[in-house]
């Protein structure tokens, strides 16, 4: 419900400041790429410390 809330709320604030959408696409795009490098990160000290063959083949991709 609360999330459902915050949509609406968005699409009313994005209705009446459009620009608003292009900083909320830039936002979310930059925190999946932060995202991805922190996983990334995270699987590589993984790797290190267990030395997991799975994980090792889809790097070396």
């Given at each position: 419900?609360?999330?459902?809330?915050?949509?609406?709320?968005?699409?009313?604030?994005?209705?009446a400041y459009?620009?608003?959408l292009?900083?909320?696409?830039?936002a979310?795009l930059?925190?999946?790429?932060?995202?991805?490098?922190?996983?990334?990160?995270?699987?590589?000290?993984?790797?290190?410390k267990?030395?997991n063959?799975?994980?090792?083949f889809?790097?070396?991709?």
């Amino acid at each position: 419900m609360l999330f459902g809330i915050i949509l609406i709320l968005a699409g009313i604030l994005i209705a009446a400041y459009p620009p608003l959408l292009s900083w909320i696409v830039a936002a979310v795009l930059f925190l999946a790429g932060f995202f991805l490098i922190f996983i990334g990160y995270q699987f590589r000290k993984a790797d290190r410390k267990f030395g997991n063959s799975f994980i090792d083949f889809f790097f070396k991709l």
